[in-house]
């Protein structure tokens, strides 16, 4: 397991808010915690898995998406505070991530 | 060797999608050879007026008419292909545009899909597709292998690392799409396309459309055009007829493709979708970039001068000059040398 601190999960937070923003064409002040990510910003899978690709490769994590789609099985990404928290986990766990 | 690739969507968009990516003036371009089309093929522009198969086949007909608008946009700012591939239905826009078929042709191709769909109906099968998002391949090969037999479910296209698509009998679509869900898919679903493009029975089933191309009168293309099914650059007007023909009941390797045209030399991908959507489930490797309709726009992208290996053919050459038609909007026109 690796440690996360205040700081990474605040840089996790903002990227995952900059990417939204940039893909969905809203301001980034539009979006909260609370916001739906499919519902409210208009966005989809397909950005989903590049989000996890940009994500793997800043922090360099080998991770399998099949890992993460266990967990959304889960634990549904019905909210920003839903997405943060997993990649906060992602993270942390990698793979091992459908286990938290 | 090839610097560019131009690839082609064809169906699959939502076409309301495509169009509120389009500028006023390329989209007064669409709605001009949106209305010229409907009026050629004797369809009304009010979709509601039609029955369902044609409503479909002429829904069909509305991001090939977009990806056209966007294929000139790109020619008019210089940048030009040196290489084309379509993703399936993709295949007979990307003839179209690169000369091989008049866009008339390409129609009467997609419009022909309508007995088809009066054919499955009537036969009772129940087909479908679905689209699988978090699987390479050769993983859903692996995980399918003792689940479904040829006959019910095929893969019909690898289309990246995470990006596949499956069809065949409904109910095995259905089954599959919850398989893989349950195994850690992304995202699974199936497409409700009331048919099964790239599934081996189409072949019986999508007889009209076979025939269309095998009446057709194909040129040599102004550049070759990549086979999703062989792999290899297709070059004359006989390969890009049977790449046509077997289309519709082929399976295909648009990930191998797009593999392929790397190793040829391609550096620049131009997705020709108004709305990126070629780019979202490709993947070329980081020496690489595929470009969207927006990068153009926006200037993020210039076409760099290059000189490339072009096929260009005695009888088929094909340029552009810009007519004006009577309501004074600016279309293409097709010009054979």
Known sequence: ????????????????F?????????DKSEITMESNPTEDLGSDS????????MTADK???????QSIGKYMLKTPMDTMADVVDMFCKIYQYGNDVVNQ | MYNRAFLFNGIGSKPEKLVEKLTPELKEKYDYYRMEAFSRLGLPTDLNELTSHQAKTAEWLLPFICDRVVYEYYIDQGITPDIGMGYSSGIVIASACLGSIRHEDAHRIIMSHCSMLQKVEESGDKLDMGVIIGFSYDELKELFKDKFSPDELIIGSGNSSFH???CGKSEAVAKAVDFCTEEGAIKAFVMKTGTAFHYPVMKDLDEESIGVCKSLDFKTPVCPLMSVFDIVPLETAEQIRHENIINVYTPMRWDLALKKLEELGVKEFIDTSANGAVKKFSRVSRKCKIYTLEDVL????????HTSKKTKPDNAALTYSNSQNSNGGYYYERNYR
């Open chain 1, 1 to 16: 397991m690796r440690e996360i601190t205040d700081e990474i999960r605040q840089e996790i937070k903002d990227m995952i």
């Open chain 1, 18 to 26: 900059d990417y939204y923003a940039d893909e969905c064409e809203v």
């Open chain 1, 46 to 53: 397909l950005m989903f898995v590049e989000l996890i690709e």
């Open chain 1, 59 to 65: 922090y360099d994590l080998d991770i399998k998406l």
């Open chain 2, 164 to 166: 596949v698509m499956v």
């Open chain 2, 298 to 305: 926006s200037g993020n992208y210039k076409p760099h001068t």
